[in-house]
C-alpha cells in the first residue's frame, strides 16, 4: 500500500516536505481488529506538534492521521461488531482501558502517534475503537468530526455553560468552525463571540452563525460564561481571561502550546484582573471513544457541514504547510485517490 510518512522531527518553515511517499505492506488485522480501506482523512494541528517536535512520536517513522474514514475491508476472526464494506470511523484514541476516564490513562494509546494512522491507503484498528458513521454524511464531512469535531463536542461539555450563557470562541480554525454550530444548536438562547484575525476570518465566522467576530485583543459586546481557545499560542490564554465574567471557565482546547513563540505573554499575567474573583482555566486532555460515538448522531441531526478543501494523499506536505501557515480556511482533508 502507499502512506506518507514522517522519518524525523523539524520545523515546516525549515523543512517544508517532512513526510515520503513510499510503498509498504498493508497490514494484517490482529483476531480482535478491522483492516479498513481508508477513503478520507483529516488533517489536524496535533500533527503539526508531531513534525515540529512538540509532541514528538515514540518511535519513527509512523504514519500519521487520526481523523479517519473508510471501510471495512477485512475483520479479525473474533470481530462482532462490524462486517466487511461498512463504513467507519477511526478518531485520536486508537484504544485504552474502556473506563469513563479513558482519555486520561496510561494506557491511552493515539492514532498517528503511538501506531501508524490513516495518512494511507489502509490501517487497523480495534474493533471497540472504530465508530459507526451516520449515512448523511460524506467521507470528507466525517472526516474532520472525528477528532476536531468530537474534542470540540467534549470542551462544549467541559465549560459547564447552560443555556442563555454566552460563549467565546478563541481561534476559527478547524475545530472552531465546528464548534459555533454545535454550540449554537446545544444551546440555542447563549450568544457566540468569535475572536479570530483577520477580517475574512471574522466573516466566516459570522456567516456560520456567530453573534459577532472580532480580533483576539478586540472587546465583545458582554464578558462571557465560558471561553473555549483552540490556538496554539499563549496571548490567546491572557486574553481569554480578560474576557470572562465573575467565575467563568477558559477551556484550552490544545493539546501542546508552542513553546517558542510567544510564551512571554504569560508575563502579562495579572491575578486580580485575570484569575480573581473565581475565574478558572481547565485543560482538554484527548478524548474518549464515548465522545465520538455521541457526537456523530449529533453531528448528523445538526447537520454539521464542516468547510473541507481535499488534497490528495501524495500531497499531504501541501495540506500540512497550508494548515501551519494558515493559508485556508476550515479542514483540510486527504482523500485517497489513485496514485501512480
Excluded at 124 to 129: F, G, I, Q, S
Excluded at 147 to 168: E, F, N, S, W
Aim: hydrophobic content about 40%; overall charge negative; some cysteine.
Amino acid at each position: 500500500m502507499k502512506a506518507m510518512i514522517l522519518s524525523g522531527c523539524g520545523l515546516l518553515s525549515v523543512q517544508p516536505r517532512p513526510l515520503s511517499l513510499v510503498d509498504i505492506d498493508t497490514p494484517k488485522p490482529t483476531d480482535n481488529e478491522l483492516l479498513i480501506r481508508v477513503s478520507a482523512c483529516g488533517v489536524c494541528h496535533t500533527e503539526l506538534d508531531e513534525i515540529e517536535g512538540r509532541l514528538t512520536p515514540p518511535h519513527l517513522p509512523v504514519i500519521l492521521g487520526h481523523q479517519v474514514v473508510g471501510r471495512v475491508a477485512e475483520c479479525g476472526k473474533n470481530v462482532q461488531r462490524f462486517r466487511t464494506d461498512e463504513r467507519v470511523g477511526v478518531g485520536w484514541i486508537y484504544h485504552s482501558n474502556g473506563l469513563p476516564d479513558e482519555n486520561l490513562s496510561p494506557q491511552f494509546a493515539g492514532t498517528g502517534y503511538d501506531v501508524n494512522g490513516g495518512y494511507a491507503e489502509f490501517m487497523t484498528v480495534p474493533e471497540t475503537y472504530a465508530a459507526q458513521i451516520p449515512d448523511n454524511l460524506t467521507d470528507t464531512q466525517a472526516a474532520p468530526l472525528m477528532c476536531a469535531g468530537a474534542i470540540g463536542y467534549r470542551a462544549i461539555r467541559l465549560t459547564g455553560m447552560r443555556d442563555g450563557d454566552p460563549l467565546g470562541l478563541m481561534g476559527f480554525g478547524g475545530s472552531g468552525h465546528l464548534v459555533l454550530p454545535t454550540a449554537k444548536h446545544l444551546f440555542p438562547n447563549s450568544s457566540v463571540y468569535v475572536f479570530t484575525r483577520g477580517r475574512s476570518g471574522q466573516q466566516f465566522a459570522r456567516d456560520l452563525g456567530a453573534d459577532w467576530a472580532g480580533d483576539i485583543d478586540s472587546t465583545p459586546p458582554e464578558t462571557v460564561q465560558a471561553i473555549i481557545d483552540t490556538t496554539p499560542a499563549w496571548k490567546p490564554v491572557v486574553e481569554s481571561l480578560k474576557k470572562l465574567r465573575h467565575g467563568g471557565r477558559l477551556v484550552i482546547n490544545a493539546i501542546r502550546k508552542e513553546e517558542e513563540e510567544d510564551k512571554h505573554e504569560l508575563l502579562n499575567l495579572s491575578y486580580h484582573e485575570h484569575l480573581w474573583m473565581e475565574r478558572e482555566i481547565k485543560s482538554v486532555a484527548n478524548l474518549t471513544h464515548a465522545d465520538i460515538v455521541e457526537f456523530l448522531p449529533l453531528a448528523a441531526l445538526i447537520p454539521l457541514r464542516p468547510e473541507v478543501t481535499t488534497y490528495r494523499l501524495d500531497q499531504a506536505n501541501e495540506a500540512l504547510c497550508d494548515l501551519r501557515f494558515g493559508r485556508i480556511k476550515g479542514a483540510k482533508v486527504l482523500v485517497m485517490e489513485t496514485i501512480t
